[in-house]
């Protein structure tokens, strides 16, 4: 059964950049669809983006809502059964915890995903 666990979170400043990473065990990632969702504080759960699987012929295609991109990029290690978050130029709005989800394709509804990490905090203060 799959699982995952994610790392990488922390304190960074306004303008910095963090990495986090969703490392798999249980299955290889790469058949699945992992999403990344960010929680702000007394906020719903959001959706960051996702990575498609290699079972729906769209490889590694990366979806990143449309207020991430250009700043966050997803990204597979196919050999370390790891997925990253790469958060460039972080801002007060990116605070929260952020989790890593396996499900069958992308999607940014989260209940759509089977599996869940645990989450890891990321905090943007000066």
């Known amino acids: 059964q799959l699982q995952l666990v994610e790392s990488g979170g922390g304190l960074v400043q306004p303008g910095g950049s963090l990495r986090l990473t969703c490392t798999g065990s249980?299955?290889?990632?790469?058949?699945?669809?992992i999403g990344w969702f960010r929680q702000r504080p007394e906020a719903e759960r959001e959706a960051v983006g996702c990575?498609?699987?290699?079972?729906?012929?769209?490889?590694?295609?990366?979806y990143l809502e449309d207020s991430d991109k250009g700043r966050f990029t997803i990204s597979k290690d196919d050999a370390k059964n790891t997925v990253h978050l790469e958060m460039n130029n972080l801002n007060a709005d990116d605070a929260g915890v952020y989790y890593c989800?396996?499900?069958?394709?992308?999607?940014?509804?989260?209940?759509?995903?089977?599996?869940w990490g645990q989450g890891t905090q990321v905090t943007v203060s000066s």
């Open positions: 249980g299955g290889a990632l790469d058949y699945f669809a």
């Open positions: 990575i498609s699987s290699s079972n729906t012929g769209r490889n590694n295609i990366s």
């Open positions: 989800a396996g499900g069958i394709r992308c999607t940014f509804i989260g209940t759509l995903f089977d599996t």
